[in-house]
């Protein structure tokens, strides 16, 4: 990508710090907005000491200030999110606020400040319980399960709005989970913290059959960089994914054999981990495999490097509990 001036919100965050680094590398000037609700300060690091790096703690519901931290920039990456799919019924105004007004919120603050381009990280999840598995961009227009899926589409629904009504550019991501450096959210990060606290058992949500796919992190980032260089519709949407999926139980057993540790395995029954969870969400890739993007990492060297990371980091267990 050519260099560039980035305001990247959610910048704290799991991706959003991985996408930073990478964006500090390539020599731009990267602005973080972020309100370290999930958002870890040790994750900027890094970034802090390169040149062109700016952090500020600020929130998407603050419509001026994001305003004001967006002058000079011209391209946003808005990440920031409740990115939380579980506990939606739990609090039924977050996602709508989190996700959906806030990103209303980042659109107008880019109107203002006269920048039209943006990418955005949705999520598989907004397919529902697709009919058509492997999913496509243009599956049938799906029925929604979670709260945190109706609010990003409703995100993307906006952003396709400005496309046409004000001259934006987009770039839509729909993500399946992903896994990597720096990962404190979901599945494995749960197993394995369970198992460092008690490494007899382990409670799963659901039967252990859900089928997922993943992607490793900077797969993800090298995807949306491509897609972001070649794809110059007005509104040019993704699936980003990897060609494989495995059962919990898969990963499961992944993660105790790297553990070396033989837990009793109680499941709480249920081809549903919660309300909202998908039984099967595998997205047809093509799309980003057409401009010549590929995986370079399997779901399994994925899990791998997420384990390695938190057996590098045990503080991050501390400061998750
Ligand atoms: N991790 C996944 O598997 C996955 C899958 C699909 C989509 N996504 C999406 O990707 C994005 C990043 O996810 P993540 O896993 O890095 O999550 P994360 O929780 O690690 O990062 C979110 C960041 O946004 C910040 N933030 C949250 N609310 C904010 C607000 N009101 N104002 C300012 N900052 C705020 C948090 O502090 C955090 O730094 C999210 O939009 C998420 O919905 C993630």
Sequence with gaps: MHTSKYFVTGGAGFIGSNLVDRLLLQGNEVTVYDNFSTGIPEYLE???????????????????KMTASM???????H????????????????????????????????RKNSINKIAFSSTGSVYGEAKVIPTPEDAPFPVQTSLYGASKLAGEGLIAAYCEGFG??????????????????????D??????????HLDVLGNGHQKKSYLYVQDCINAI???????????????????????????????????DLKPDIRYTGGDRGWIGDNPFIFLDCKKI???????????HEGIVKTLEFLEDNPWLLERRS
């Design 46 to 64: 890094a970034a802090k000491h390169k040149d062109g790096f700016r952090l500020i703690n600020g929130d998407t519901q603050d419509i001026e």
């Design 225 to 259: 960089f491509t897609a972001i260089e070649k794809s110059q519709d007005k509104v040019n949407l993704f699936n980003l994914g990897t060609d494989e999926y495995c059962e919990v139980k898969d990963s499961i057993a992944r993660i105790c054999s790297y553990l």
């Design 191 to 200: 197993f394995y913290k369970q198992l460092r606290a008690h490494p007899d």
């Design 289 to 299: 495999r057409s401009l010549g993007w590929k995986p370079e990492y399997t779901i």
């Design 79 to 110: 990440l920031a999110a409740n990115a939380d799919v579980r506990f939606g019924t739990e609090h039924p105004a977050k996602d709508l606020h989190q996700n959906t007004i806030a990103t209303f919120n980042v659109l107008e603050a880019m």
């Design 168 to 189: 934006f550019q987009g770039w839509i991501f729909r993500f399946v989970s992903i896994l990597g450096e720096r990962y404190p959210h979901g599945h494995v990060f």
């Design 71 to 77: 002058s000079g920039c011209d391209f946003v990456f």
